[in-house]
């Protein structure tokens, strides 16, 4: 079982969730967040004064997947998600350990 933790930017959310959808993925975690990297921020104008916006909003997506799925998972994402520009985001996958459903006490990728 795969985690893959992928940040994005909010206006791409609606697409990346049906292009997941159209593969399979039955659910995910969105969490709003804001950060930066590359980009380091932007410069705004606010009534004719200008301010340094140094976090940039996204949206943080978790999604608990068969080993088998993630890689689909990754290209989906990847693929939705890009504009080109700086910021699209990132991906990262990481090992689950166990996972459980609350609810019925299904197991591992029963569970998922």
Do not use: C, W
């Amino acid at each position: 079982m795969k985690l893959i933790i992928a940040t994005i930017k909010p206006f791409k959310l609606e697409e990346v969730r049906e292009a997941l959808t159209e593969i399979g993925v039955r659910g995910m975690m969105v969490t709003e967040i804001k950060g930066f990297g590359s980009q380091s921020g932007h410069t705004e104008i606010y009534r004719g004064a200008e301010y340094a916006v140094n976090f940039v909003p996204k949206v943080k997506l978790e999604i608990a997947v068969s080993a088998a799925l993630a890689d689909q998972v990754m290209e989906a994402i990847a693929k939705t998600a890009r504009t080109g520009k700086i910021g699209d985001g990132k991906i990262f996958v990481l090992d689950i350990q166990q996972a459980m459903r609350v609810r019925t006490g299904e197991t591992n990728e029963d569970a998922l």
